[in-house]
């Protein structure tokens, strides 16, 4: 076991930074300047909501003025894509240099009512790709995702070439800028959840022997080189952050002490936060389940290694997932970690933040599908809760009891359709 591996463990046992004595609805000023109202972060969830141009459509932005209406000091965005041949999912948005900002200007205003901050997550899928979608799949290496009997569902990934990686990095360049022409206070650069930087981060999928693989160095140059380039684009006093897992929770891959060296990288940076998350496709961590023998614990599955982490660094940082009730989401901020995000709770109650307020014990319940067939159960997770973003967008009230097997049914047929219209719309750029 190395230094900083016992370092983390020892870190891990102690009880770590000292309370810091801050409620959760104090206020946190970042590196850069920006000032967010308190430590409560509605965390990022692609809401396939695009219009077919890959731009918001109404729905979302009243879906955002209900979370900035709601409470939270900050708002990520769902993912948005840096090439709109390289999609997480149909209806997903893409921003790139010849984009139309008019409604990502929209939602920004939208989302900065009511005192709140919005930060836009930028994105490349690399492997993680739908087949029935098309378009690019490029990742590290030529190692494709293992889903067991789901793997056919996607595409075969082939290992990058220069070009194509200085070309990823100009992408994530030219989002961020545009980004912050149409009024974002920040970006989130989306380097977790097994996504192209996480690919090139972890050895598993990163088997490369040029500057891009290797060392801890070099898997983390293109999450690195990219954060450096959007800094010196980018406004003094625009926020820039990653999302990093704190392990990818599958053997000999990504692990906590390489995210701690990545975490110092960043601080060298002088970056505004890490969200610390973890899993990918292939072991969802992120929603509460692992695929090796290491357990997360029931609620703040990442608060360990965060508050591990936050003790040995002086980057700020935030931790995302499994919170639903106040006194956790204090005892993170308690534990020394600057800031609580949280994701399905706010899609089930996005006023969660204002009803702390008053009431200190209303919780938000996360829908918990428990099929035998692990995938399936995370897919109708995931469509759950966009359904319930769907609903809130369209005026609708949340509702707490949707069935897993219809929300799943709908949101398959809902894929399909917009899978269909994406192909048609770029059939001359699809391959
Ligand atoms: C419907 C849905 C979409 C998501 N999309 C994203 C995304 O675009 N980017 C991201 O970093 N995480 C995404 N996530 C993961 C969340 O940000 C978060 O890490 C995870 O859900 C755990 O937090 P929670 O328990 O509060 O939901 C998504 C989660 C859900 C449920």
Same mark, same amino acid.
């Given at each position: 076991?190395?230094?900083?591996?016992?370092?983390?463990?020892?870190?891990?046992?102690?009880?770590?930074?000292?309370?810091?004595?801050?409620?959760?609805?104090?206020?946190?000023?970042?590196?850069?300047?920006?000032?967010?109202?308190?430590?409560?972060?509605?965390?990022?969830?692609?809401?396939?909501?695009?219009?077919?141009?890959?731009?918001?459509?109404?729905?979302?932005?009243?879906?955002?003025?209900?979370?900035?209406?709601?409470?939270?000091?900050?708002?990520?965005?769902?993912?948005?894509?840096?090439?709109?041949?390289?999609?997480?999912?149909?209806?997903?948005?893409?921003?790139?240099?010849?984009?139309?900002?008019?409604?990502?200007?929209?939602?920004?205003?939208?989302?900065?009512?009511?005192?709140?901050?919005?930060?836009?997550?930028?994105?490349?899928?690399?492997?993680?790709?739908?087949?029935?979608?098309?378009?690019?799949?490029?990742?590290?290496?030529?190692?494709?995702?293992?889903?067991?009997?789901?793997?056919?569902?996607?595409?075969?990934?082939?290992?990058?070439?220069?070009?194509?990686?200085?070309?990823?990095?100009?992408?994530?360049?030219?989002?961020?800028?545009?980004?912050?022409?149409?009024?974002?206070?920040?970006?989130?650069?989306?380097?977790?959840?097994?996504?192209?930087?996480?690919?090139? $981060?972890?050895? /598993?999928?990163?088997?490369?022997?040029?500057?891009? &693989? +290797? !060392?801890? #160095?070099?898997? *983390?140059?293109?999450?690195?080189?990219?954060?450096?380039?959007?800094?010196?684009?980018?406004?003094?006093?625009?926020?820039?952050?990653?999302?990093?897992?704190?392990?990818?929770?599958?053997?000999?891959?990504?692990?906590?002490?390489?995210?701690?060296?990545?975490?110092?990288? $960043?601080?060298? /940076?002088?970056?505004?936060?890490?969200?610390?998350? &973890? +899993? !990918?496709? #292939?072991?969802? *961590?992120?929603?509460?389940?692992?695929?090796?023998?290491?357990?997360?614990?029931?609620?703040?599955?990442?608060?360990?290694?965060?508050?591990?982490?936050?003790?040995?660094?002086?980057?700020?940082?935030?931790?995302?997932?499994?919170?639903?009730?106040?006194?956790?989401?204090?005892?993170?901020?308690?534990?020394?970690?600057?800031?609580?995000?949280?994701?399905?709770?706010?899609?089930?109650?996005?006023?969660?933040?204002?009803?702390?307020?008053?009431?200190?014990?209303?919780?938000?319940?996360?829908?918990?599908?428990?099929?035998?067939?692990?995938?399936?159960?995370?897919?109708?997770?995931?469509?759950?809760?966009?359904?319930?973003?769907?609903?809130?967008?369209?005026?609708?009230?949340?509702?707490?009891?949707?069935?897993?097997?219809?929300?799943?049914?709908?949101?398959?047929?809902?894929?399909?359709?917009?899978?269909?219209?994406?192909?048609?719309?770029?059939?001359?750029?699809?391959?």
């Amino acid at each position: 076991m190395s230094a900083k591996s016992n370092a983390l463990t020892n870190a891990q046992q102690s009880s770590a930074k000292a309370p810091a004595n801050k409620s959760v609805f104090s206020s946190f000023r970042f590196p850069s300047g920006l000032k967010v109202k308190n430590r409560l972060v509605k965390a990022a969830m692609e809401e396939n909501l695009a219009t077919i141009e890959q731009v918001p459509s109404h729905t979302l932005l009243t879906m955002y003025r209900k979370w900035a209406e709601g409470g939270v000091g900050l708002i990520l965005t769902g993912n948005v894509m840096v090439d709109h041949l390289a999609m997480t999912g149909p209806g997903g948005l893409a921003l790139e240099k010849s984009s139309d900002i008019t409604t990502f200007t929209q939602l920004a205003n939208e989302s900065k009512i009511n005192g709140c901050k919005v930060v836009m997550q930028i994105n490349h899928p690399g492997r993680q790709v739908f087949s029935k979608m098309g378009g690019k799949v490029l990742s590290a290496s030529d190692v494709a995702l293992d889903m067991g009997k789901h793997s056919h569902l996607f595409g075969q990934p082939k290992a990058m070439n220069e070009a194509q990686i200085q070309d990823v990095i100009k992408r994530f360049v030219q989002t961020a800028q545009r980004a912050e022409e149409a009024g974002f206070d920040g970006v989130q650069i989306h380097a977790a959840h097994g996504y192209l930087l996480a690919q090139f $981060l972890s050895p /598993l999928t990163n088997k490369r022997n040029d500057n891009w &693989g +290797g !060392s801890i #160095e070099n898997r *983390a140059r293109l999450l690195l080189t990219i954060t450096r380039e959007i800094k010196q684009a980018c406004g003094a006093g625009f926020c820039v952050s990653v999302k990093l897992n704190s392990a990818d929770f599958q053997r000999g891959g990504f692990e906590p002490a390489d995210a701690q060296d990545v975490v110092d990288m $960043l601080g060298e /940076l002088n970056i505004d936060f890490v969200e610390l998350s &973890g +899993g !990918s496709y #292939e072991a969802p *961590a992120m929603q509460g389940n692992t695929a090796d023998t290491r357990t997360l614990a029931r609620e703040a599955y990442f608060l360990e290694f965060s508050q591990a982490i936050s003790a040995h660094s002086s980057v700020p940082i935030m931790t995302t997932g499994g919170i639903t009730r106040l006194p956790v989401a204090q005892k993170v901020v308690d534990s020394g970690v600057a800031l609580v995000g949280m994701a399905t709770a706010l899609a089930f109650t996005p006023d969660l933040p204002n009803q702390w307020q008053n009431h200190h014990g209303v919780t938000s319940a996360l829908p918990k599908v428990t099929w035998k067939d692990k995938t399936l159960s995370g897919l109708a997770t995931m469509a759950l809760v966009k359904r319930q973003i769907r609903r809130v967008g369209e005026g609708k009230s949340p509702q707490g009891k949707l069935s897993p097997i219809i929300s799943l049914i709908l949101d398959q047929v809902r894929t399909a359709k917009l899978t269909k219209r994406y192909r048609k719309r770029f059939s001359d750029e699809l391959s």
